[in-house]
């Protein structure tokens, strides 16, 4: 009941392009969804976070859309671009467990040809 | 503003050797601390959690230990190192609840 379930492994996208992420969770506890962004060799870096009382939320070329009642919830990545090129992760968490702990995804391996 | 080091980036140890890897953060007090493992092309594994001075929680079974002897203070230890200790190490804070940063990681290769 606490995995977070991500897909696609792997993606390819050419520059311009809209890359599209999806997470999927069962415990209806978790009030927290964030995306990370992870370069090769760096740690894992915020990208973008909802609460269940919105069912989106965009911050520049990134979107996160939310379903609820589907538990699910992806990240969109319009105009593709080269630069976002990395390892992306959803994650989540509920406030009712101890120190705030996030249950990640597998991650996806983005990759955006020129 | 927060920042959180590691050190080392990166260290070679061979197989029964001890381990101590350490993580502090500036610009806050009382963090959340987390210890984390990623294997090569895969997820996250949560190895420990502290929530004060002296307060670890164990995730997961192990060959490792953790150690919060000051606030901004986690250290991750071992006494002998398992070639299945390799591994990218990464620790991270969060101030209050959710939001977690991560630190540049600790590249541990075990011979």
């Known amino acids: 009941q606490q995995q977070v379930k991500q897909s696609p492994q792997s993606l390819i996208v050419q520059k311009g392009g809209i890359s599209i992420i999806n997470c999927a969770y069962e415990?209806?506890?978790?009030?927290?969804f964030p995306w990370y962004q992870q370069f090769p060799g760096k740690g894992p870096a915020l990208l973008i976070a909802?609460?269940?009382?919105?069912s989106e939320k965009k911050e520049g070329r990134f979107t996160i859309s939310f379903n609820k009642s589907a538990k699910q919830f992806s990240l969109h990545i319009m105009d593709s671009q080269p630069g976002d090129s990395a390892t992306y992760f959803c994650?989540?968490?509920?406030?009712?467990?101890?120190?705030?702990?996030?249950?990640f995804g597998e991650g996806t391996q983005l990759t955006v040809n020129p | 503003s927060q920042t959180i080091h590691q050190w080392p980036a990166t260290l070679v140890q061979p197989v029964g050797s001890p381990l101590s890897l350490e993580c502090t953060v500036e610009g806050t007090s009382n963090p959340n601390l987390y210890w984390y493992r990623q294997a090569a092309g895969r997820g996250l594994q949560l190895l420990f959690y502290?929530?004060?001075?002296?307060?670890i929680s164990s995730e997961v079974p192990q060959n490792l230990s953790a150690s919060r002897p000051q606030d901004r203070q986690f250290i991750l230890s071992s006494k002998k190192l398992l070639l299945s200790d390799s591994g990218f190490y990464l620790c991270?804070?969060?101030?209050?609840?959710?939001?977690?940063?991560f630190g540049p990681g600790t590249r541990l290769t075990v011979l």
């Open positions: 415990n209806t506890a978790f009030d927290y």
């Open positions: 502290s929530v004060g001075i002296g307060q």
């Open positions: 991270a804070w969060s101030y209050g609840w959710n939001e977690q940063f």
């Open positions: 909802i609460r269940p009382d919105v």
């Open positions: 994650a989540a968490s509920s406030q009712e467990t101890s120190g705030s702990r996030l249950t």
